[in-house]
């Protein structure tokens, strides 16, 4: 009955999505006030219909109705009950419904947080909102209901892929889709502009805080994506250029260029078009990265026949949405002009710089994601482009946008006038330079080529971003929340180039088959195999490995890496063991019984690499701290649209 | 009296180790480290057939480990890097590299990137240049608080 | 104003690509082998019967030939084999199993109580044979012609249909049944 319900209050949110629409557009485009007033009671009832199908699924997983084939599929009696929670989003069917979810909790915020905008916008923003809605919610009813049943009950479920079983897991996709989603709301405050025809600098200084949010969450979710795959899949890698992790990273790579855009749009009155296709595109990789994903046009070729119904489906709103925008935008940019100039080194040509190289490297994972499609277009033989593709060409887009950042975070508005920066540049190069290459050469040994570009690169960034902040402290001047968080953000950058120039150079691993009393030395280091025992979990039953560490001779860890066998799906498991120090984690993946008493191990000493999530994390906060700054929320944003129409297109 | 000294420094290899016990074996170990690195490099660029973007060094399904084994005994044959993968290749098609070849057919992989930066700094130059230009003829004055905040 | 439709043309193109990428997702799981066209390559093993017996691609020259991956570890195996006793009732090509890193005796126990399809069941116990030939996963099933060239390849369980319409159809005539 429970799960009925929710399939209900599914359809009504769809009916109440499908109202907001046509209430928002039409009602902003024929001024019909009443209509526009409606708009915001469908987006309030639709997150609440849309919450109490949420909750009849988890209902349904909580209580083990195994009559729905969705929990059937990802829930067994044996599976605790924080998981069965979690396998909500576990599978297809669930992370449809959580994605349309969040975009409804979105469009909630947007409703609540846009009273103090002219009403007509408001609307039009909801009901492009809407129309997103719309789309998801019945491909979600149509090709992947999470609700139907199974007659007779099956007597307990398949239970949940085991590599989900995880905490990181639990929290990692309703972070991730709060990002992915939150460029819908760029985009419907695109589109809304393009409708109205009104451009201003008003629209960047409005959509710039959700941007940012959005794009700060986007982080924390890969980060953690990172993190699980890291210590999860047991073979101690951190990013894998996958399919799946590039499809969230597209869209990171064009929102951080989007969410730089704007300052110039909204500083200057610059890049208008730009930013306006930036936002499409932001928004349309989070879409394309959904169909990627959800269709299976990339997965290996062993995953035998994907249905094509959904890709198609998704294709055909993609093509909708997408299109449409971008039809939008070939009739709408040719109309913004902007008479701002500016030297080849002032921050606007910065800016400018760091959008090319990031769309330009977003467009090359773009390339390297699609080749194998592209190669089946054109009836070529399958081809793989893999990790060393992706590491041998991201550097190519990376390194220079560093050495850029570096040095336009001195640069000013209009003039540049480095000149007079050109002591701060060199400091802090020559500060670079010394504590990098000591830290190269004396600390950790030469390493690849490409290692000193990066540690130099990243302090530098980390140096040159505490100049303005510590000058302006300094001088007592007030230190405005968008320059503090955008000073945490880019020393985030610097110390996530750092992490990950040292863990790709410096990771030491050994693989070898290892018996109870012997040790594996790397450097200073030696990994104890000390004895293995069992273990059983509620769902599996395992080995656990007690290795002692030891440096110089001297216990500093205890690792305990399992090998679990997970009973339901028959499915055997890695869990790493690891330990951080504060400047590497000790990791050791326990991989197979390779007889006579002895373990294959993979053991790894893996430098810095816990600063990667320290930096996603800086650069988050980075951002919902600029995103909370005063000026957003000051002065009513009506009037400032107001005051701006009156002085015209001449920027604040 | 070679021999003699090599025993001894063995001897002393094996003292310093004396605290830890017996060593383990490596699972796959090369006799020298110049081929152990040939390897290391040429199992992280194969892709396990079996598996979702995994390399032959780091999947541990049966297909891998065979395949390991199938590089470790060329490259002590004496094969050159360039004959394993070809090798590979015609067993299994480009499909198996994980770093497309730079040959007809997958070049563009490769060409594509570059061609878009090439046109990303041409437009570039375009737009600053033209910029440029209006520095003169634009009256505004941005306040060079720099990130565009209220601080004043 | 044509500049501003680039984006709009380029996902045009975009969507055109992933359009087909779609449509063939069903297919993709028949990848193509390298081997195509190619001379099958040399073995020498071991029958399963009789050890000290060896099958070798020489006794197979100068007739077409079907080629079977297999394993009493796999699951597609035992889906298959029921239509493998049909094809070899037709006598219309000998098939020789190719038994992939397995056990001799779950081996043996496996066609003992399901029915021997095979002409000759060679033993590659330690996988070598079939990775000469290309094979990633079981079963895999390859037609090899007269002149010894593998024409085709096929991944996963072997159905009716396509044991008609990719290997009878290679075979010459008069072989047919």
């Given at each position: 009955?429970i799960?009925?319900l ?18 928002g ?14 708009v ?5 009832g639709?997150f ?9 699924l988890v ?11 969705y929990?059937?599929?990802?829930a067994?009696s044996?599976?605790p009950?924080f ?8 599978a297809h069917?669930?992370s449809?419904?959580?994605?349309g979810?969040?975009l409804a909790?979105?469009?909630l915020a ?10 007509a916008f408001?609307s039009?923003?909801?009901g ?5 809605s719309v789309?998801?919610l019945l491909f979600t009813?149509v090709?992947?209901n999470?609700?139907?049943?199974i007659i007779?009950?099956?007597?307990d479920g ?10 990181a897991?639990?929290?990692h996709p309703?972070i ?6 939150g460029f819908?709301?760029?985009f419907?405050?695109?589109?809304a502009?393009?409708l ?10 409005w ?5 940012t949010?959005a794009?700060?969450f986007?982080?924390?979710g ?6 699980w ?5 047991g073979?101690g ?17 064009v ?5 730089h855009s704007l ?8 890049f ?5 296709l930036?936002?499409i595109l932001a928004?349309?990789l989070?879409l394309?990265?959904?169909f ?19 890709g198609l489906?998704?294709l055909?709103?993609?093509v909708v949405v997408?299109g ?12 913004l002009k ?5 030297e080849?080194t002032?921050?606007?040509a910065?800016?400018l ?8 490297a977003a467009?090359m ?7 194998p499609?592209i190669a089946?277009?054109?009836?070529q033989?399958a ?8 590491n041998?060409m ?13 040095i336009?975070?001195h ?6 006038q ?17 504590l990098g290459?000591t830290?190269v050469?004396?600390g950790?040994?030469p ?5 000193p ?5 990243a ?13 302006r402290?300094?001088?007592k001047?007030?230190?405005p929340r ?5 000073t945490i953000?880019?020393?985030g950058?610097?110390v996530?180039?750092?992490?990950i120039?040292?863990v790709?150079?410096?990771t ?7 018996a109870p009393?012997?040790?594996v030395?790397?450097?200073r280091?030696?990994?104890?195999f ?7 979990g509620?769902n599996?039953?395992?080995v656990?490995a ?6 110089d ?5 205890t690792?305990?890496p399992?090998?679990?066998n997970y ?5 055997t498991?890695?869990?790493?063991g ?6 590497m ?8 019984d390779?007889?006579?008493g002895r ?16 930096a996603?994390?800086l ?14 929320r000051?002065?009513p ?5 107001a005051a701006a ?5 001449s920027p604040? | 009296m070679?021999?003699r000294l ?5 001897v ?5 180790f004396m ?8 699972v796959e ?5 110049g081929?152990q690195?040939?390897y290391?490099?040429l ?5 396990c ?19 390991r084994?199938?590089?470790?005994e060329?490259?002590?044959?004496g094969?050159t ?8 290749v ?16 997958t ?18 130059v375009?737009?600053?240049r ?7 003829s634009d009256?505004?004055e ?5 990130e565009g905040?209220?601080?004043? | 104003?044509?500049r501003?439709l ?8 975009l ?5 087909v ?5 069903p297919?993709k799981s028949?990848m193509?082998?390298a081997?195509?066209?190619k001379p ?5 093993l071991p029958t399963?019967d009789?050890p000290?017996t ?7 020259a100068g007739?077409p030939?079907?080629?079977n991956?297999?394993?009493?570890w796999?699951?597609e ?22 038994d992939w ?11 003992r109580q399901l029915g ?9 116990k ?18 090899i012609?007269?002149?010894?060239i ?28």
């Amino acid at each position: 009955m429970i799960p009925e319900l929710g399939h209900f209050t599914l359809i009504l949110a769809l009916i109440l999505a499908v109202a907001q629409t046509v209430f928002g557009l039409v009602g902003a485009s024929t001024g019909n006030v009443r209509w526009q007033a409606a708009v915001r009671p469908a987006v309030a009832g639709q997150f609440v219909l849309l919450s109490a199908s949420m909750g009849a699924l988890v209902y349904a997983f909580v209580t083990f109705d195994f009559s729905v084939v969705y929990v059937a599929s990802n829930a067994n009696s044996a599976l605790p009950t924080f998981y069965r929670v979690a396998a909500l989003w576990g599978a297809h069917e669930g992370s449809l419904l959580l994605w349309g979810w969040i975009l409804a909790a979105w469009t909630l915020a947007v409703a609540l947080a846009s009273r103090n905008l002219p009403e007509a916008f408001a609307s039009r923003v909801l009901g492009v909102l809407g129309f997103v809605s719309v789309g998801f919610l019945l491909f979600t009813l149509v090709t992947s209901n999470p609700f139907e049943r199974i007659i007779p009950a099956p007597a307990d479920g398949r239970d949940l892929n085991p590599v989900l079983q995880d905490p990181a897991l639990a929290i990692h996709p309703p972070i991730l889709y709060m990002g992915y989603v939150g460029f819908a709301v760029a985009f419907a405050f695109a589109c809304a502009a393009m409708l109205e025809g009104k451009l201003d600098q008003v629209w960047a200084r409005w959509t710039r805080p959700w941007t940012t949010l959005a794009w700060a969450f986007l982080t924390v979710g890969i980060a953690l994506g990172s993190w699980w795959a890291y210590y999860e899949l047991g073979w101690g890698g951190y990013w894998f250029w996958d399919p799946v992790e590039n499809a969230v990273f597209m869209p990171w790579l064009v929102g951080t260029a989007l969410i730089h855009s704007l300052a110039a749009t909204e500083k200057r009155g610059l890049f208008k078009s730009w930013t306006l296709l930036l936002s499409i595109l932001a928004f349309s990789l989070s879409l394309l990265g959904t169909f990627l994903v959800r269709s299976g046009v990339l997965t290996s070729v062993h995953s035998f026949a994907a249905d094509p119904t959904r890709g198609l489906f998704i294709l055909a709103f993609l093509v909708v949405v997408i299109g449409g925008a971008l039809a939008l935008y070939a009739w709408r940019a040719p109309l913004l002009k902007s008479p701002a100039g500016f030297e080849p080194t002032a921050r606007e040509a910065f800016l400018l710089y760091n959008n090319i190289l990031l769309v330009c490297a977003a467009a090359m994972v773009l390339v390297g994601t699609l080749a194998p499609l592209i190669a089946d277009a054109l009836r070529q033989p399958a081809l793989s482009v893999g990790e060393p593709w992706y590491n041998t060409m991201f550097p190519v887009f990376m390194l220079p946008l560093m050495a850029l950042v570096a040095i336009g975070i001195h640069a000013g508005w209009k003039r540049g006038q480095l000149g007079r920066s050109r002591l701060r540049i060199l400091l802090g190069l020559g500060i670079a330079l010394v504590l990098g290459l000591t830290l190269v050469y004396a600390g950790y040994g030469p390493g690849k080529w490409l290692t000193p570009f990066g540690v130099v690169l990243a302090i530098w960034i980390i140096v040159s971003s505490l100049f303005d902040p510590i000058d302006r402290l300094r001088r007592k001047l007030t230190l405005p929340r968008a320059v503090v968080g955008m000073t945490i953000a880019h020393i985030g950058l610097g110390v996530g180039v750092l992490a990950i120039s040292t863990v790709e150079s410096y990771t030491v691993e050994r693989d070898v088959a290892i018996a109870p009393g012997e040790s594996v030395v790397m450097g200073r280091f030696a990994y104890r195999f000390d004895d293995l025992e069992a273990v059983e979990g509620p769902n599996y039953d395992a080995v656990r490995a007690r290795i002692t560490v030891l440096k110089d001779g001297k216990p500093v860890a205890t690792l305990n890496p399992e090998q679990r066998n997970y009973w339901v799906q028959r499915q055997t498991l890695t869990e790493a063991g690891i330990t951080s120090l504060w400047n590497m984690d000790l990791f050791a993946a326990l991989r197979a019984d390779v007889g006579a008493g002895r373990w294959s191990l993979r053991a790894q000493l893996r430098p810095l690499i816990d600063y990667l999530w320290y930096a996603a994390g800086l650069m988050a906060l980075g951002g919902i701290i600029a995103a909370t700054d005063r000026r957003y929320r000051t002065r009513p944003l009506a009037e400032e649209a107001a005051a701006a129409e009156r002085a015209g297109a001449s920027p604040a | 009296m070679s021999r003699r000294l090599s025993f001894a420094a063995a001897v002393a290899v094996s003292m310093m180790f004396m605290s830890l016990r017996a060593s383990p074996v490596d699972v796959e170990a090369m006799p020298t480290p110049g081929l152990q690195q040939r390897y290391d490099d040429l199992t992280h660029e194969l892709r396990c057939m079996q598996c979702q973007n995994q390399s032959i060094a780091d999947s541990p399904v049966g297909l891998a480990s065979d395949l390991r084994r199938d590089v470790r005994e060329q490259l002590i044959a004496g094969k050159t890097d360039e004959e394993i993968r070809t090798a590979m290749v015609a067993r299994y098609g480009n499909f198996i590299l994980f770093r497309p070849p730079f040959r007809s057919g997958t070049a563009w992989v490769w060409i594509a990137p570059f061609l878009l930066l090439i046109l990303g700094v041409f437009v570039t130059v375009r737009i600053v240049r033209q910029r440029a230009r209006m520095v003169e003829s634009d009256a505004s004055e941005p306040d060079d608080s720099a990130e565009g905040g209220t601080s004043k | 104003m044509t500049r501003f439709l680039i984006p709009g043309l380029i996902f045009l193109l975009l969507a055109g690509v992933l359009y087909v990428g779609v449509v063939q997702s069903p297919n993709k799981s028949t990848m193509q082998s390298a081997l195509l066209g190619k001379p099958a390559p040399a073995f020498d093993l071991p029958t399963l019967d009789d050890p000290a017996t060896r099958i070798t691609s020489a006794q197979l020259a100068g007739r077409p030939w079907v080629l079977n991956v297999w394993g009493t570890w796999c699951v597609e195996c035992r889906v298959e084999h029921e239509v493998l006793m049909e094809i070899a009732g037709q006598r219309a090509v000998p098939i020789v199993g190719f038994d992939w890193k397995d056990d001799d005796d779950a081996a043996k126990e496996w066609l003992r109580q399901l029915g021997n399809p095979y002409d000759v069941v060679a033993v590659d116990k330690d996988g070598r044979a079939s990775i000469e030939f290309g094979v990633y996963g079981a079963p895999e099933t390859f037609f090899i012609d007269a002149h010894g060239i593998v024409q085709y390849r096929h991944v996963g369980a072997m159905t009716l249909d396509i044991w008609r319409r990719e290997f009878l159809s290679r075979l010459p005539k008069q072989a047919l049944p």
